[in-house]
């Protein structure tokens, strides 16, 4: 499976921005789908997550209200659409798939695509 993220950038504070994910390759294999946040010198987080086939969500407490996760099968592409940005939320985004069962808030995967900057301005 391999996954492309796009749609990071620069935006100004209380903007928002909508990030996508396409998966290809062995896209059967894929029961949910990850987005996570990552800052330098901070551990990885995973900030929302969907199941591919009931569009199960997840939506990390420190998004909650603000980012919304949504997956459309036909095109193997899940999105991550970010409201009321902060400057805390610069990172870089990075997507992720896996096949394996388990509780969506879980943070384990088997495949990740490259990540994408994401730049909030005050």
């Known amino acids: 499976v391999q996954l492309q993220a796009s749609g990071g950038g620069l935006v100004q504070a209380g903007g928002s921005l909508r990030l996508s994910c396409a998966a290809s390759g062995r896209t059967s294999s894929i029961r949910t789908m990850g987005w996570f946040h990552q800052v330098p010198g901070k551990d990885r987080e995973l900030i929302a997550a969907?199941?591919?086939?009931?569009?199960?969500?997840y939506i990390a407490d420190s998004v909650k209200g603000r980012f919304t996760i949504s997956g459309d099968n036909a095109k193997n592409t899940v999105h991550l659409q970010m409201n009321s940005l902060k400057p805390e939320d610069t990172a870089v985004y990075c997507c992720?798939?896996?096949?394996?069962?388990?509780?969506?808030?879980?943070?384990?995967?088997?495949?990740w695509g490259q990540g994408t900057q994401v730049t909030v301005s005050s």
């Open positions: 969907i199941t591919w086939s009931g569009g199960t969500t």
């Open positions: 992720a798939a896996r096949g394996f069962r388990t509780s969506i808030s879980r943070p384990e995967y088997d495949y």
